[in-house]
């Protein structure tokens, strides 16, 4: 490949990415948490252009997200860890003819991690053009991040982080793909070089070895990727002596938290290895979550994988602040949060929704707010759209408007709020006590347009009433939606009333 990608590759929410080369085309899949539909796939010729395509968990059948909500971890820094559940980092692997994910949907059944229940899982498809993948076939596992390997002897073996925390352990078993039967005993084959979480595991055989790359760290300020091989599938693993192999902890760099990687060979032969970070400014500010940045590597025969620095910048991770040419196939990038009632959203095409509110609001943990967006894909860009009721006249108790949404503890929305008579603007950030709101009184408006504009360091929050003027009700600085968390800003249009259900039109739906 002739040119270096423009990193990130997938901006925005695009955290664990795992990747395969299938018949001259990359397939890129990433964990998503509690949004649905979930495990988006992005397809690419040539690594600089992507294509979502899809998202693997698309049936509301398929599994359910109920209990996926988002628990608060101070930590000793003073700062405060958000751990959502749901889907948690899969791996994409083809084998003769069928493409398969392997994942874990985490539900929290008590406010701490012992309390999670591990649903491991694997999903398969032949037609994933079409976004046809299999109900789940569930495996036994208590743990997270589960990898295949298919052996040459036809052997296949999941490995994944054996749980709870921080001291896991790479563990390993023989599986019945098609069953979710266990075919041998649980084993450990390693416990990574000594940093907390030991997580994210991938085994590569090349050149006789078998070569485990796991992250350790955790997935924020201390994120590195470290190596292990043996010439057993079973081990002993021998750590590489000059582990870490990628790392940003230590530095200053814009690119923050590299971790979570998997390796492959391009078209050519070249090796490459997809990893999450963060686009991270001097302030602390990574508003847009963790997103898939590539980087090169090097690996030569019976040698270790290694990959690229470039000068004054960890990793061959290259700061850009524009965004690659990423598309979608129709309504494949809207999402939904938790078990969403698909009924309450009526598209006449992709820029007009009509949405049927209710009292779900985004401060609910467990139950589906009426509320649809795409991921915030540039760090300078604008959502907008202009909202009317189908009735022709507001209903009493009723909040109508654009949101940036990360979980129940986060969010900023701009809205028309009925019952004051007022566009509003609300902030809040329980895991940093924030609780900022705003409101001007106006006139009862037949449609208001609803901006909301972005860039690195803040939020500027407008409306428009009919043809008079744009009005800016507030400014955020995006510092007090960021903080070390797993999720990503969604934007998009919602409507929660106080009781009754009513049905709001949003017209002209754009999101960058």
């Not at 990415?17 to 397809?43: C, E, K, M, Q, R």
């Not at 963790?290 to 690229?308: H, V």
Request: glycine share 10%.
């Amino acid at each position: 490949m002739s040119t270096m990608p423009v990193n990130p590759i997938i901006p925005g929410y695009a955290p664990d990415p795992s990747i395969v080369l299938v018949d001259g085309t990359y397939f890129l899949v990433n964990s998503n948490f509690h949004a649905f539909p979930g495990l988006p796939i992005y397809v690419s010729e040539d690594l600089i252009s992507w294509k979502q395509i899809g998202n693997a968990l698309n049936r509301r059948e398929q599994m359910s997200l109920k209990e996926t909500d988002t628990l608060l971890y101070p930590q000793k820094t003073g700062s405060v860890l958000l751990a959502t559940g749901g889907l948690y980092a899969p791996t994409i692997r083809h084998h003769n003819g069928t493409f398969y994910i392997v994942c874990t949907n985490v539900l929290h059944e008590g406010p701490t991690a012992e309390k999670d229940r591990c649903e491991n899982f694997i999903l398969s498809t032949t037609d994933i053009w079409n976004s046809k993948w299999s109900d789940p076939v569930y495996f036994e596992f208590r743990g997270i991040d589960p990898s295949l390997l298919f052996d040459d002897d036809g052997r296949v073996y999941v490995h994944g982080s054996r749980g709870p925390g921080p001291g896991t352990t790479i563990n390993q078993f023989e599986l019945d793909v098609k069953t979710g039967k266990k075919l041998s005993e649980e084993k450990t084959i390693w416990k990574g070089t000594g940093g907390i979480y030991p997580e994210g595991p991938h085994i590569y055989k090349k050149d006789g070895w078998y070569y485990c790359m796991i992250s350790e760290g955790g997935t924020h300020e201390n994120h590195m990727i470290t190596v292990a091989r043996s010439k057993d599938v079973w081990g002993p693993y021998e750590a590489n002596p000059n582990n870490p192999i990628l790392t940003a902890r230590g530095t200053d760099e814009y690119i923050q938290y590299t971790g979570h990687c998997d390796c492959f060979q391009d078209k050519k032969g070249e090796w490459w290895g997809v990893c999450l970070g963060v686009r991270k400014d001097k302030q602390g500010r990574f508003i847009m979550g963790r997103e898939t940045f590539l980087t090169k590597c090097s690996w030569p025969e019976g040698d270790w994988p290694k990959f690229e620095r470039v000068p004054n910048n960890p990793g061959g991770l290259t700061r850009q602040a524009s965004v690659p040419g990423l598309t979608a196939a129709p309504m494949a990038d809207y999402i939904y949060f938790r078990d969403v009632d698909l009924s309450r959203f009526s598209w006449s095409d992709e820029e007009n929704v009509m949405i049927r509110g209710g009292p779900v609001d985004m401060t609910d943990k467990y139950e589906s707010p009426a509320l649809v967006g795409k991921r915030q894909r540039k760090l300078d860009g604008a959502t907008s759209a202009t909202c009317r009721p189908k009735s022709g006249s507001w209903a009493a108790n009723v909040k109508a408007g654009l949101a940036s949404y990360k979980d129940e503890h986060r969010f900023v929305r701009i809205y028309y709020d009925t019952s004051a008579g007022a566009i509003a603007y609300e902030l809040k950030n329980l895991a940093k006590k924030i609780h900022k709101t705003s409101q001007t009184s106006v006139e009862e408006p037949g449609s208001i347009k609803l901006t909301i504009e972005y860039e690195e360091s803040q939020y500027r929050l407008l409306y428009k009433i009919g043809s008079g003027d744009e009005v800016c009700l507030g400014t955020i600085d995006t510092i007090e939606l960021t903080g070390p968390d797993f999720v990503g800003p969604v934007v998009g249009p919602f409507v929660v009333t106080g009781g009754e259900d009513f049905e709001v039109e949003f017209r002209d739906l754009q999101v960058d």
